[in-house]
C-alpha cells in the first residue's frame, strides 16, 4: 500500500472514482451517491479554507446523528484538518471544555444546531453545512499518513473528559482489520447506530466509505426499538452492528412480531459479554446464513480481537471468549499468566496513549481489563483491575461520576458502582452521604449538567455512612442492592387515576424493575434511560390504539403526561386489530422515503414482514 492510500482522503477518493454513482449514504431525509457526497465535502473544505483555517488544525463538528456530519468529517480531513465530534445532546459545559482543550479554531454544524454552535464557539467561525457555504478553494492539500484525523474523547479518571487523538495511517488499519474480519464488499449496507463521537462509529463509518459500501445512519432516540426493526428491514441492511442492549431489544421486538431479520448476513456485537443466550436469540431471529461477530477493543486500539462465528458454533463456557487479534496486533496477558491484565501490541496505537506495558514498549497498551485463558487457549473477560465501567458498550470512569457528585454542595461523599437492572443489562448505581434535603432530582439536574446521559446513574441510594474495611478503605462489596423502592424523591407520591395511567404506570413498573410509580413521577428520575424509553414506547404502541412518536414522550416524561397524549383509550386491542394498525403504521412511517425511491428504480418485492411498497433496487 503507497504512503497515498494510507490515508483516509485518498482511500474515499479511490471509491469516489470507482463508483460514483453507488449508494454512499443513506437516511430517511438524504440518499446520497459517492459522487454527491465526494461534492459535498469538497463544499466543506473549500469553506474551511475560505474561513482561514490552516492544515494540521482541529475542527470541532457539532451534529446531531444523521446525514450531514459524514460530509462533515470528508471535509474536515481534507481541509487538513482533525475532526473533533461534538455530541449535540451533551451538557453545554463538557462541550465548550472539549473545545477549548482540543484547541479547536473552527465549528461546523448544521440548521438544526447552528444557535447552539453559535453559544458554544467563543469567537470562533461557525460554518454551516446545510446552508450557503463561503466557498474559497484553494490548491490540493497533501494529506499524510501521519496526521491527525481525528480527536475522540473519553470518560477520564481525573474527572475531566480525556482526549484520543488517532492518526490517518492508523485508522485505515482498523477500517481494513473490520472490512476484512466481516467481509464488507461495494453491495453491503452498513448500519451506523453508534454515536459519532464513539469509536465503533469510527469502524463503521469508514468500513464503507473506504470499501465503496452504503451507510445507513439510524437514530435510534426518534426511531425506538421498534422503528428500528421496520427501518432495517425496509432498507435490508445487510451489516448491523449493535451494542449488546439494544441488540436484545431488537430481538424482544422480533420475538413479539414471530418474525426473523432476513436481510443481515452479519451481526455485529461488543461492548460488553456475549452470553448463551444472546447466541440462542442470534439463532432464532436471524437468517440462517447470517453469522456473528464479536469485537474487542478500546478508543485507543479500535478492534484489537475479533472472532466470526457461525450458528452451528458452540462456546466453551457460558460467554462467547475474545477471537484472534487482528493482522500486525499481538494481546497477550500480563506476565503470560493464565489470568492477568491484556495488553496490546500494536504500531497502530492511538500516539500518547499514556498506558504502555510495564517493559516499556511504546507499541503496547495495557487495556485494564483482566483476561483468563481457558483449556482451549482462548480467553474471557473477568473485568477490571481499575474502577472503570463499561454501560452499553461506553467507557465510564467511576472517578469522573463520583468527582461531579461530589461537586453537589449538599452531598459529602459518593461512590459510584453498578447493578443489573430487570433486564439483566448493567446500570450505573450512585451511593451517596448527603444533607437531608437532597432529592434524587436535585442531584441528576446538577449530573446531567455536566455528564453525557450514559454517565448518569440510574439509581440513588443514600446512606448514613459509606461501608468501610478493617483498613479504613471503602467496602465496594458491602453496598447495597439499589432495590425497588422509591428513592428520596422531592415529587410527592400520587396513585394513577384512570385506565391509562394505570396501563401506563404498571409498564413503567415492569420495564424499571420498581415499585410504587407515582402519577406525577419523573420516567429519568426513577431510573428511565433512553434504551428503557425505547422499550416503554414500544410498550405503548402495543397498549393504546393511538400511534404515540418516541419524541413526543421525551416531552411528556410523567405517567400523568403520557396518559394525555394516549388518551383514555385502554388496552385490549385484539391481536388482529394490532398487527393491521402496525403494517399501518410501517407503511406511514416509510411513505415519503418509498415514493422518493420509487421514482428513481424499479420496484422490488419487500422484505418479509412487511406490506408490499414501491422500493429501489440497490
Known amino acids: 500500500m503507497s504512503a497515498a492510500e494510507r490515508t483516509l482522503t485518498a482511500r474515499f477518493a479511490a471509491q469516489v472514482a470507482a463508483g460514483p454513482d453507488r449508494p454512499a449514504v443513506v437516511t430517511p431525509e438524504h440518499r446520497w451517491t459517492y459522487r454527491e457526497l465526494d461534492a459535498h465535502a469538497d463544499r466543506v473544505a473549500g469553506a474551511l479554507a475560505g474561513a482561514g483555517v490552516r492544515q494540521g488544525g482541529r475542527c470541532g463538528l457539532l451534529f446531531r446523528h444523521g446525514a450531514p456530519m459524514v460530509p462533515a468529517v470528508l471535509g474536515a480531513m481534507r481541509a487538513g484538518l482533525a475532526y473533533v465530534p461534538l455530541d449535540a445532546a451533551y451538557p453545554a459545559d463538557r462541550l465548550e471544555l472539549m ?7 473552527v465549528l461546523l454544524t448544521d440548521a438544526a444546531d447552528a444557535d447552539l454552535a453559535v453559544r458554544l464557539a467563543d469567537g470562533r467561525p461557525v460554518l454551516d453545512v446545510t446552508g450557503d457555504l463561503p466557498v474559497a478553494p484553494g490548491p490540493p492539500l497533501r494529506v499524510r499518513p501521519e496526521d491527525p484525523a ?7 479518571s481525573t474527572g475531566r473528559p480525556k482526549p484520543v487523538v488517532q492518526l490517518h495511517r492508523n485508522v485505515v ?10 467481509g464488507v464488499t461495494a453491495a453491503d449496507r452498513l448500519s451506523l447506530q453508534s454515536a459519532y463521537s464513539w469509536d465503533s462509529a469510527v469502524q463503521d463509518m469508514f468500513a464503507a466509505l473506504l470499501s465503496g459500501a452504503a451507510l445507513y445512519p439510524v437514530d435510534l432516540k426518534a426511531l425506538g426499538v421498534a422503528g428500528l426493526v421496520d427501518w432495517m428491514l425496509t432498507e435490508r441492511i445487510s451489516v448491523y452492528h449493535s451494542t449488546l442492549p439494544i441488540f436484545r431489544a431488537v430481538c424482544r421486538v422480533l420475538a413479539d412480531r414471530d418474525a426473523v431479520m ?8 461488543g461492548g460488553d459479554h456475549i452470553h448463551r443466550e444472546d447466541l440462542a436469540a442470534y439463532r432464532r431471529w ?3 446464513d447470517c453469522r456473528l461477530a464479536s469485537a474487542y477493543g478500546s478508543t485507543e486500539c479500535s478492534c484489537a480481537l475479533l472472532r466470526v462465528v457461525d450458528k452451528a458454533y458452540e462456546p466453551p463456557t457460558g ?4 477471537g484472534a487479534p487482528v493482522p500486525e496486533t ?10 492477568g491484565e491484556l495488553i496490546v501490541r500494536s504500531p497502530y496505537l492511538a500516539p500518547g496513549h499514556g498506558r504502555p506495558a510495564p517493559d516499556d514498549d511504546p507499541d503496547s497498551y495495557r487495556t485494564g481489563d483482566l483476561g483468563r485463558r481457558l483449556p482451549d487457549g482462548s480467553v474471557v473477560l473477568e473485568g477490571r483491575a481499575d474502577f472503570q465501567i463499561k454501560i452499553s458498550g461506553i467507557r465510564v470512569e467511576a472517578g ?12 459529602r461523599e459518593a461512590v459510584v458502582g453498578t447493578f443489573a437492572d430487570a433486564f439483566g443489562e448493567r446500570q450505573l448505581a450512585a451511593y451517596l452521604v448527603a444533607e437531608p434535603g437532597a432529592t434524587v432530582e436535585a442531584v441528576r439536574a446538577h449530573l446531567t449538567a455536566r455528564l453525557p446521559a450514559h454517565a448518569v446513574p440510574t439509581a440513588y441510594v443514600f446512606l448514613d455512612a459509606l461501608p468501610l474495611t478493617v483498613n479504613h478503605k471503602i467496602d465496594r462489596a458491602a453496598l447495597p442492592d439499589p432495590g425497588v423502592a422509591r428513592a428520596r424523591l422531592a415529587t410527592a407520591y400520587a396513585r394513577p387515576d384512570g385506565a391509562a395511567e394505570r396501563a401506563i404506570a404498571g409498564a413503567w413498573a415492569e420495564i424499571l424493575g420498581t415499585d410504587a410509580v407515582g402519577a406525577d413521577d419523573n420516567f429519568f428520575d426513577r431510573g428511565g434511560t433512553s434504551l428503557r424509553m425505547a422499550a416503554l414506547h414500544e410498550r405503548l404502541t402495543r397498549l393504546f390504539d393511538r400511534p404515540v412518536r418516541m419524541v413526543d414522550l421525551y416531552r411528556a416524561p410523567t405517567v400523568r403526561g403520557m396518559a394525555r397524549l394516549v388518551g383514555e383509550h385502554g388496552p385490549a386491542l385484539s391481536a388482529v386489530t394490532t398487527a393491521a394498525r402496525r403494517g399501518a403504521a410501517r407503511r406511514e412511517a416509510y411513505a415519503a422515503t418509498a415514493a422518493r425511491v420509487a421514482r428513481r428504480g424499479r420496484p422490488q418485492p419487500p422484505p418479509r414482514g412487511l406490506p408490499a411498497s414501491p422500493r429501489e433496487d440497490r
Open 319 to 322: 460467554v462467547l471468549p475474545l
Open 99 to 105: 473545545l477549548a482543550d482540543s484547541g479547536a479554531e
Open 262 to 269: 432476513p436481510s443481515v448476513r452479519m451481526l455485529a456485537l
Open 400 to 411: 469522573e461520576v463520583e468527582s461531579a457528585l461530589t461537586a453537589h454542595p449538599a452531598i
Open 173 to 182: 488499519h482498523h477500517a481494513d482489520a473490520w472490512i476484512g474480519g466481516l
Open 286 to 288: 436471524f437468517a440462517d
Open 150 to 156: 481525528y480527536v475522540l474523547y473519553t470518560s477520564g
Open 330 to 339: 499481538i494481546v497477550e496477558l500480563l506476565g503470560g499468566a493464565d489470568v
